[in-house]
C-alpha cells in the first residue's frame, strides 16, 4: 500500500518536499494524521485533500498508488 | 459556431498586450459575435507590513487546475448561449504591472458574454489549485490570500 | 491616481486590436490597478429580410454625445471606486467583424470594474446620441434598433 | 426669431437635409407643429428633442439662435 503525496503552496514550506510516499495507510484520515505525526507545523493550517485530482470532504478510503494532494486555500487571479 | 475544444490554459510569465491584441483579431472571422467582455487580472503593488509587492510568483498543481479549467469551460457553455470563451492564466513570476489572468467571452449579445465572464472569473479564484507568492523587493515573500 | 480627464471618445473607423493592445499596455504603469474589465462591442453579420449584414455606418450628433459620454463619466466615477476608465465608439464604417465599441474600466478589485463597465455598456446604448445603419451587400440599407 | 434645427438618423431620410432653419416659433410644439406641415412623414416616427444638446420631455420655451436636434431612436454601440 503506497500513497504518493503531491504538497502546494504554503505547506510545501514545512515539508521542504514537492512529493512524498506514504505507506500503509487506508483511508485520508490515517492519511492526515501520519503526515501530521511528521510534519507537526502541518496542523496550524487549513487545507484540503484531493484524491485523484478531486477534492474529498470527508474521511475517503485509499487504494495503492493512489495520488494525494495537499491543498491550501488558493490564490489564483 | 461554438469553440469549446481541450487547450492548456496555462501561460508561462505575464500574458502580453500583444497576445491578447492577436486573441482579438482572431475573433474577427467568426461574424455573428456581437459582444465581447474581457477581464484581465494585473499584479498590484500591494504594501504588506511597510514592504511593497514586485512580483507574484504563480505555482499550481496543473492537472488538476486544466481538469477545473476544462469543467468550468463546460459549466459556461451549457449554463450560457455563448460563441467563444478562452481562459488563460500565468505561471511562474509575473510582475507587478503585468497581466497575470485573461478571461476571453464571446456572444451574440452583451448580456450573456457580462455574465459568463464574471462568473468564470469567481469560479477560477474559487476553484483551481493556482496558489500566488508575493515577492518583495527585499526578495522575501508571503503567500497571497484572496478575498 | 485618478484619471478622468476630457478626451474625445470618437475613432473614425473600426477600433483595432492594436489600439485596445496599446490601452492595455499604457496601464501597466498603473500599479494599484488589479481588475481591467473591457467590454468591445463587434458588428454582426445580422441576417434581415433575407440580406446579410455587411457593415454599420455610425453617425452622431457629436457635440451632445461628447457631454454624454463626459456624465457618464463623472457619474460612474463618483458611484463606483474606479483608477481608469476610457470610452471608444467608432464614428463611419466598420464592417462585420470589426469593433465599434471599447469601454475599459480598471480598478484595485474586480467587482467594482465589472459593475462600472456593464453599467456604461447599458447607459451608451441608452444616452448618447448615435445612429447606425445597417449596410447589406447590394449597398440597400437599414437603420439599426437596439434591443 | 430664429431656431437652428439639427436632423439625425432615419428622420434624416425624411428632410433629406441635415440642418435647417425655422422662423418665428416660441416653443418646441410650435416648432414640431411647423416641421410636420413642412415633413408629413415626420409624423410616422418617434422621436426625440434636445434643446441646446439638452433632451426635453415638455413643451419648451424657445430663444433666438437656439439649436433644436430631432433625435430619432439611439442605436449605438
Known amino acids: 500500500m503506497k500513497i504518493n503525496i503531491l504538497v502546494f ?9 514537492s512529493q512524498l510516499t506514504i505507506y500503509e ?20 493550517f487549513k487545507f484540503s485533500i484531493a484524491v485523484n485530482k478531486k477534492i474529498v470532504q470527508q474521511n475517503t478510503i485509499l487504494n495503492n498508488e493512489d495520488t494525494v494532494a495537499l491543498l491550501p486555500a488558493f490564490s489564483g487571479g | 459556431m461554438i469553440d469549446k475544444k481541450k487547450r492548456t490554459v496555462f501561460k508561462e510569465g505575464a500574458i502580453t498586450p500583444s497576445f491578447i491584441a492577436d486573441s482579438i483579431a482572431a475573433h474577427s472571422r467568426k461574424n455573428n459575435i456581437g459582444a465581447h467582455d474581457i477581464f484581465l487580472g494585473q499584479v498590484r503593488n500591494d504594501l504588506i507590513d511597510n514592504k511593497t ?16 479549467f476544462y ?17 488563460y492564466h500565468s505561471i511562474g513570476v509575473v510582475k507587478t504591472g503585468e497581466i497575470c489572468l485573461f478571461v476571453f467571452v464571446s456572444s451574440v449579445h452583451r448580456k450573456e458574454a457580462f455574465d459568463a465572464c464574471r462568473e468564470i472569473v469567481e469560479q477560477v479564484k474559487l476553484l483551481v489549485p493556482i496558489w500566488g507568492k508575493e515577492i518583495f523587493e527585499d526578495e522575501s515573500s508571503v503567500w497571497k490570500e484572496n478575498k
Open chain 2, 53 to 68: 509587492v514586485v512580483a507574484i510568483e504563480y505555482t499550481a498543481y496543473q492537472e488538476m487546475a486544466e481538469q477545473k
Open chain 2, 71 to 87: 469543467e468550468i469551460r463546460e459549466a459556461v457553455f451549457a449554463k450560457y448561449n455563448l460563441v467563444c470563451l478562452h481562459i
Open chain 1, 25 to 44: 495507510v487506508n483511508n485520508t484520515e490515517q492519511l492526515t494524521r501520519k503526515l501530521i505525526e511528521q510534519f507537526p507545523e502541518l496542523s496550524k
Open chain 1, 9 to 17: 503552496g504554503q505547506l510545501y514550506d514545512i515539508t521542504k518536499v
